[in-house]
């Protein structure tokens, strides 16, 4: 849409500096009133939007090139949950003015995951208003083969990638409610404003998994949209989750935080963007092979019943109660 300049620079010169490059796969990218991607055929398209507010998903304080590459990885996170390859994305830009240092970081920050991914950005709009970013991603998966919440069936393992928890950890300490020794929270920060988005992961689960989610949110809440939508319950081992937490293989930070703490943190800590999914035990091999094959890390943490609620288990198979909630824009802090 044709805006009043953004300052200095106008909102075409500001799109042409810092958001066009020639198409790698795309039929017609950044330019016209649309773009064209040509879709392949007997594949689906996958489509997703995720948006991030100054304030509520990022500090003002955050490093331009980390929001750029945090903003579309959130969105591949989400193609990775549905076992989709991405091919492009656009982006929806808001900003409060035409700041070009701020831009050519966030914008090299948003190019080098997009290169790591051989993704074109094919277009959007930008206007001025509060920094709020929205990206769309469109991928590409066989027709009948995408990871969806609502396949998880009963005798299922579950499995989480990566680690979980950090993240939070990191978010904490911002906030000054825990305090860190410093490496551990330089890798915490990494975590937060660095993920790895796991498509990877989620293609090798293709035809493996019966179902998958990302996990943003926090584990218990997205592994409740699985459960929902599948219409089944889980049981889960939580010091399994709790091993997850990276942060605690620090042997100078291993003995500070105590059980409850990891919990907390792992099952309901949220901005982890690593994958809960589910497999019959008879795929342990596979899921194993998917593993090496992206080279990602994953752990089982229990099973899935046919009661359809959500029991925690401590160490000693006790019942745990669960006070852990996940996190929900509109009841949460
Ligand atoms: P229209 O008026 O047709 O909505 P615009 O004038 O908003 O188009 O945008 C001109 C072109 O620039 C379009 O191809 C649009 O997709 C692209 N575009 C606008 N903002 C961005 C952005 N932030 N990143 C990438 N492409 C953008
Ligand atoms: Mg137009």
Not at 59 to 66: G, K, Q
Not at 293 to 319: C, E, M
Request: some cysteine; aromatic content about 6%; proline content about 5%.
């Amino acid at each position: 849409m044709r805006e009043v300049m953004l300052g200095f620079m106008g909102e075409f010169d500001l799109i042409e500096t810092f958001f066009k490059r020639p198409a790698r796969h795309a039929t017609l990218g950044v330019g016209d009133d649309c773009a064209l991607l040509a879709v392949s055929p007997g594949q689906h398209l996958a489509i997703s939007s995720d948006m991030l507010v100054e304030g509520r998903h990022f500090l003002s304080t955050v490093n331009p090139r980390h929001l750029g590459h945090k903003a579309l990885a959130v969105n591949l996170s989400d193609l990775a949950a549905c076992g989709a390859k991405p091919k492009a994305f656009m982006l929806a830009l808001s900003l409060p003015q035409v700041d070009p240092h701020w831009l050519s970081e966030f914008s090299q920050g948003l190019w080098a995951l997009a290169d790591a991914h051989d993704i074109d950005l094919i277009g959007g709009d930008t206007t001025r208003g509060p920094l709020n970013i929205c990206i769309t991603v469109l991928g590409e998966v066989p027709a009948s083969q995408a990871l969806l919440r609502s396949g998880a069936q009963v005798g299922d393992d579950i499995y989480v990638s990566g680690h979980l928890g950090d993240a939070r950890l990191a978010l904490e300490v911002f906030r000054g409610n825990m305090k860190v020794p410093a490496p551990v929270f330089e890798s915490a920060r990494w975590r937060m404003e660095q993920p790895t988005p796991r498509v990877a992961l989620g293609m090798a689960l293709r035809g493996i998994a019966h179902s998958a989610a990302d996990i943003s949110d926090g584990l218990l809440g997205d592994l409740g949209h699985i459960l929902k939508a599948s219409g089944v319950g889980a049981e889960i081992e939580t010091q399994q989750v709790a091993s997850t937490l990276a942060c605690i293989s620090s042997k100078e930070f291993h003995d500070q935080l105590d059980l409850a703490s990891q919990l907390a943190l792992t099952l309901s800590g949220g901005d982890d963007y690593e994958l809960v999914f589910t497999a019959a035990p008879d795929q342990r091999e596979a899921v194993a092979a998917a593993s090496q094959t992206a080279q990602t890390r994953v752990t089982r943490i229990g099973y899935i019943s046919a009661p359809h609620h959500l029991v925690l288990r401590d160490a000693k198979g006790h019942v745990m109660p669960h006070t852990f909630a996940s996190f929900d824009h509109f009841k949460s802090a």
